[in-house]
C-alpha cells in the first residue's frame, strides 16, 4: 500500500507553475484630439498613416504634425501631450509594472513645440520627455511646454509643479512653478528664468452664450486679471481647442482686455498668457469658450431717446441725454452709465475731430432699440 501511494505520488501528473510574471506591460497611448494633417510612423515600418483616434500607439511609433495641424495624446498613466504644428516626436514608452502598479511614461520631441500635463499625483510612476539636448523628468502634476528648434536647442518652460533637467553636457536644473531655461545646440544650459504667473480669465464668463441683433455691429470684449510684473500679455482666439491655426494670436496686448469685433456667428475658444519685460512668456490661462449668435429681431417698441449735447473739447467729447429708465447706452459701441432715471452725461475720450459723426444707441429692457446718429460740435 505504502508503495502503490509512493509511485503515485512520482508519476502522478502535476499541474505546472504559472510563468512568472513579465516587468512590465505595454500600455499605449491614444489621441484624443486631432486637428489637420497628423500623421503616424509605425516601429519598424516606413510608411506614413493617417492619425485616427482608432489608432493606440506603441513604442517607438511616430508622430508628426503638419503646418496648422496639432494633437492631443493621452497616455494610459493619465499623462496629456499637445503637440503643436510642424513637429516630430517619438513615443519612448508607455508602460505598467503588474506587481507595483508603477506607470513609465517617457516621449521624445525632436523638433517642434508641445505643451504637457502629467498624470494625477495618486497614480505612481515617472514621466520622461527628451530632446536631442536635454533630459526632463517631472513630478506629478506638473504642467510645461517645451520647444525645439532644428539646431536641437531647447527651451523649457515648467508652469505648475516641478522637474530636473540633464543636458547633454552634463547640467542638472531643478524647475519649479514658472521657471524655465534654455538649452542651446551644444547642450550647454542658460540661467533659470523665473516666469510670470497664468492670468485668470474673467469675461465674457466660461461657455457664455451672447446674441447680437446684428453680428457686424457686435463687439465682444474679452476681460482678465492683471499679472504682477507683466508688460503685456498674448491672447489667442480660435475655432479649435487646439489653436492650431489661430484666428487671432496677439502678442504685446498692453491692457488687460481685447475687442473682437464682428465675428460670425459660432463657437469660439480664447486663453491669454502674461509676458515680462525680459520677454519672457508665462502659461496660458485655462481655456474658456463663448458662443455668438444671431438675436431674433425684437417686436418691443422701441424706447424715447434724446440726445441734446455732442459737444468737443480738445480731445474730450461730453454727451448727455435721457432715455427710458433700465435702459442700455452706448456711443459707437462704447457703454455710458445710465442714472436710474434713464439720464446720461458723460464725458469720453474721442479721437474723430469736430463734424465726425457719432452713434448712440439705446436699448430697452424688452429689447427695443432705437438709434441716433449726431454730428460733434465744438463747444464754445
Not at 446684428?214 to 479649435?240: E, H, I
Not at 461730453?318 to 432715455?323: A, E, I, L, M, S
Request: charged fraction near 20%; charge should be neutral; proline fraction near 7%.
Amino acid at each position: 500500500m505504502l508503495l502503490g501511494a509512493i509511485g503515485w505520488y512520482r508519476f502522478a501528473p502535476r499541474t505546472p507553475s504559472p510563468p512568472p510574471l513579465p516587468a512590465s506591460i505595454e500600455t499605449g497611448a491614444r489621441f484624443e484630439r486631432i486637428d489637420g494633417s497628423v500623421q503616424v510612423k509605425r516601429a519598424g515600418t516606413l510608411e506614413w498613416i493617417g492619425a485616427t483616434r482608432a489608432v493606440v500607439l506603441r513604442q517607438n511609433d511616430l508622430v508628426r504634425t503638419g503646418s496648422g495641424a496639432s494633437a492631443e495624446i493621452h497616455f494610459a498613466d493619465g499623462m496629456v501631450f499637445n503637440v503643436r504644428p510642424d513637429s516630430l516626436i517619438t513615443i519612448e514608452e508607455s508602460s505598467q509594472n503588474p506587481l507595483s502598479r508603477q506607470q513609465r511614461t517617457a516621449l521624445s520631441i525632436q523638433s517642434g513645440e508641445a505643451n504637457f500635463q502629467t498624470a494625477a499625483r495618486n497614480i505612481p510612476g515617472s514621466t520622461t520627455i527628451s530632446t536631442p539636448t536635454v533630459r526632463t523628468t517631472t513630478d506629478r502634476e506638473t504642467a510645461g511646454s517645451i520647444q525645439v528648434a532644428e539646431s536641437g536647442a531647447t527651451g523649457l518652460r515648467i508652469f505648475r509643479g516641478q522637474g530636473e533637467a540633464q543636458t547633454r553636457g552634463g547640467q542638472r536644473i531643478a524647475l519649479a512653478s514658472n521657471q524655465g531655461v534654455n538649452v542651446d545646440a551644444g547642450g550647454a544650459a542658460g540661467a533659470t528664468v523665473s516666469l510670470p504667473t497664468v492670468p485668470a480669465l474673467t469675461a465674457p464668463p466660461n461657455q457664455t452664450e451672447v446674441a447680437y441683433p446684428d453680428l457686424a455691429q457686435g463687439v465682444t470684449l474679452l476681460v482678465w486679471n492683471s499679472v504682477p510684473g507683466a508688460s503685456g500679455y498674448r491672447v489667442m482666439v480660435d475655432f479649435s481647442p487646439g489653436f492650431a491655426r489661430p484666428l487671432y494670436d496677439r502678442q504685446g496686448v498692453r491692457t488687460t482686455q481685447m475687442e473682437l469685433r464682428a465675428l460670425d456667428a459660432g463657437s469660439y475658444f480664447w486663453k491669454v498668457a502674461a509676458v515680462d519685460q525680459s520677454g519672457a512668456e508665462g502659461g496660458f490661462s485655462d481655456l474658456w469658450r463663448f458662443t455668438l449668435a444671431k438675436a431674433p429681431q425684437s417686436t418691443a417698441a422701441p424706447p424715447p431717446l434724446v440726445l441734446e449735447t455732442a459737444e468737443l473739447k480738445g480731445n474730450i467729447l461730453h454727451v448727455r441725454g435721457r432715455t427710458e429708465s433700465g435702459s442700455r447706452v452706448t456711443l459707437d459701441e462704447e457703454r455710458l452709465e445710465v442714472q436710474p432715471d434713464g439720464s446720461f452725461d458723460e464725458f469720453l475720450t474721442f479721437d474723430g475731430g469736430p463734424g465726425a459723426t457719432v452713434v448712440v444707441r439705446a436699448t430697452s429692457p424688452r429689447g427695443g432699440l432705437s438709434e441716433q446718429r449726431r454730428r460733434v460740435t465744438v463747444a464754445n
